[in-house]
């Protein structure tokens, strides 16, 4: 058995047996690396060398040229790197958001909505005051999965248009800390209103057991909408063929279920009370209050 410590006993240039010689890059066994040029005098026609070895000579006007071009990044002076944009590590430009997206993206800012109210003259309180008895009920009758863990809180009053209304989060409270998961808001209706349901047709709905279904006569909003009511009536069938209440429901992005509970038309969105979703909510519960009752009531 040889080891590689052997000696070596063949003459300068001879192969072994198989005719195996050292790779050219590991020299010739004369002590010539052939990745130099090879032999002398031999042209250079043996040499061998990595991939990517010739490079060009440093250039220092094309260096400048790249820089300002942009064609290479290694070369551009750290004074010049800017920050990349919050929530983009890789550097990329942030898409635009849409109008809808600005303006349903959950931010939770209950502090900036009260902050609106108070300045539009609404009254705001904790949900604790006696005329806040009310909205338990509410919270009880919504259409989302709330449990005795959640509460009305950030209550907000006051008028848009001619409606009086109240907006306030469904808050689920525990020992250590208050998150609002619902933003509600709601409109008194004077007149006596069956149990009903208006929500998005890809929302899951629970609690709707013997609910009657009552379409439009349009096929397009039904595709997208369903009514669900206790009774029916002509107050129910002036909600869902009013063309301004589908127009304003076409025109959003079904992201809101509205029921009537407490004597209220209310209107709940999985999100925090904020001012530009109070004014969407007013819109749409002022042209559905006013289709109720037989007359236009616009914010």
Do not use: C
Request: hydrophobic letters at 35%; zero cysteines.
């Amino acid at each position: 058995m040889s080891s590689p410590h052997d000696r070596d006993d063949r003459r300068p240039g001879e192969g072994d047996r198989d005719g195996w010689q050292e790779p050219a890059h590991l020299g010739d066994g004369e002590g010539v690396d052939l990745t130099k040029g090879g032999r002398p005098g031999d042209g250079g026609a043996t040499a061998w060398q990595p991939p990517g070895w010739d490079l060009p000579a440093a250039q220092p006007e094309r260096a400048q040229e790249e820089r300002a071009q942009g064609e290479r990044p290694e070369d551009v002076r750290p004074e010049d790197v800017r920050p990349a944009p919050a929530g983009l590590p890789w550097g990329g430009r942030p898409r635009t958001p849409s109008i809808v997206q600005q303006v349903f993206r959950y931010q939770g800012d209950t502090v900036g909505a009260q902050g609106w109210a108070l300045q539009h003259g609404w009254t705001v309180s904790d949900g604790t005051a006696p005329e806040d008895a009310v909205l338990g009920e509410l919270v009880a009758t919504a259409p989302v999965r709330a449990t005795r863990d959640h509460r009305p809180a950030g209550v907000m009053r006051g008028r848009a248009g001619n409606l009086e209304l109240v907006a306030f989060d469904i808050a689920f409270v525990d020992k250590r800390y208050s998150v609002p998961e619902y933003a509600v808001t709601a409109a008194p209706v004077l007149l006596p209103l069956p149990g009903l349901r208006m929500s998005p047709v890809r929302f899951w709905r629970h609690g709707t057991g013997g609910l009657l279904h009552v379409p439009s006569g349009d096929a397009a909003f039904d595709a997208r909408w369903v009514l669900l009511t206790a009774e029916d009536g002509p107050a129910v069938r002036r909600l869902v063929g009013d063309q301004t209440v589908r127009g304003l429901l076409m025109g959003s992005d079904d992201g809101d279920e509205f029921w009537a509970a407490a004597g209220h038309l209310a209107a709940v969105r999985p999100d925090g009370q904020r001012p530009e979703l109070i004014e969407h909510h007013a819109r749409l519960l002022g042209a559905m209050v006013g289709a109720l009752a037989g007359g236009p009531t616009a914010p």
